[in-house]
C-alpha cells in the first residue's frame, strides 16, 4: 500500500489538484493539520479560486504585462454639471415601486 501511495503523491500531473489534496487528507500520509502554511493552498486548489478569478491576471494575460490600467470615466464640464443635476433631483413617484417595497421579504414570511 505505501508504493500506491507514493506513486499517487510523487506523480507530478495530478499533483496539487483538488484529488492529489484530497487523496492525502484521506491517506493522512505526510499531511498534517496543524501546518497552518498549507491551509490556504488546500482550500484555493479545489477551485482554483485565487488563480482563476484573479480579473488583473487574466486581463494582462490577454492585453500583456502592465497593461492593467485603473479604470476612469472622462466627462467634459458640461456633462459633469448634467449628470449631477440627474443624480441630486428626486425621481418620480411609481406606484408600482412602492407596493413592491411594501410587500414583506420572502424570507421573512
Not at 502554511?37 to 504585462?65: A, P, Q, T
Request: glycine content about 4%; charged content about 30%; overall charge neutral.
Amino acid at each position: 500500500m505505501d508504493l500506491i501511495n507514493k506513486l499517487i503523491i510523487r506523480f507530478k500531473p495530478i499533483k496539487f489538484t483538488p484529488f492529489w489534496w484530497w487523496y492525502r487528507l484521506m491517506s493522512h500520509k505526510g499531511f498534517r493539520f496543524d501546518d497552518y502554511s498549507i491551509w490556504s493552498s488546500f482550500w484555493s486548489s479545489l477551485n482554483r479560486g485565487w488563480h482563476d478569478m484573479d480579473y488583473v491576471y487574466k486581463f494582462e494575460e490577454f492585453w500583456g504585462k502592465g497593461s492593467y490600467p485603473p479604470e476612469t470615466i472622462v466627462l467634459s464640464e458640461r456633462d459633469y454639471d448634467s449628470l449631477v443635476e440627474r443624480l441630486n433631483e428626486p425621481p418620480e413617484y411609481n406606484e408600482n415601486l412602492a407596493r413592491l417595497l411594501r410587500r414583506p421579504s420572502p424570507w421573512d414570511t
